[in-house]
């Protein structure tokens, strides 16, 4: 058997940037690239429930 689906977490996403851009990835919940920022640590992209954390040092600009 292969009933793997009780959960459907979407892993969260490692950036090293607090400016991020998502498009919601493949599948249905793919929308229009917007730019996320993080401002404490993580923040969930209003579209598609991604979670994007941020590691490592924090670099402002660019
Ligand atoms: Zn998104």
């Not at 490692?14 to 730019?35: A, K, M, T």
Request: hydrophobic residues 35%.
């Amino acid at each position: 058997m292969s009933a793997t689906t009780d959960l459907d977490e979407t892993a969260p996403i490692f950036v090293q940037e607090r400016s991020v851009p998502c498009d919601g990835g493949n599948g249905p919940l793919g929308h229009p690239r917007v730019w996320l920022r993080i401002a404490d640590g993580a923040v969930v992209c209003p579209y598609c429930s991604r979670r994007y954390v941020l590691v490592g040092e924090a670099q402002e600009g660019h």
